[in-house]
């Protein structure tokens, strides 16, 4: 029988990321916008670390481009989606 956990140590990561950016999508869609996009820059910023300290090769699905590429945007996007949660205003209330 085949296993559903993948081999590599960076595949095992991506797939904790990615179930975080479908947590954070699911808060998005129930009307926690903020906490959601939260979750998904915290993902993204775990990613990069996580990008960083993977051995090359165990990296797995991790790996999109480059070692420095991948941290890159990882790094952008994530501290932009955190500042984004921090910083619009709370409109008024419903």
């Avoid at 947590?23 to 129930?30: D, E, F, I, S």
């Avoid at 916008?33 to 051995?55: D, E, K, M, N, Q």
């Avoid at 991790?62 to 420095?68: D, P, Y």
Wanted: overall charge positive; aromatic content about 6%.
């Amino acid at each position: 029988m085949r296993s559903l956990v993948p081999r590599s140590r960076g595949s095992r990561i991506y797939l904790l990321l990615l179930l975080g950016v479908a947590g954070g999508l699911a808060l998005v869609g129930l009307g926690a916008w903020r906490v959601g996009v939260l979750a998904i820059g915290v993902s993204f910023l775990v990613g990069a670390v996580a990008r960083v300290v993977t051995p090359q090769d165990h990296v797995g699905m991790l790996r999109v481009r480059g070692k420095a590429f991948d941290i890159f945007w990882m790094t952008t996007l994530g501290a932009s989606l955190v500042v984004l949660s921090v910083v619009v205003p709370p409109g008024p209330p419903a």
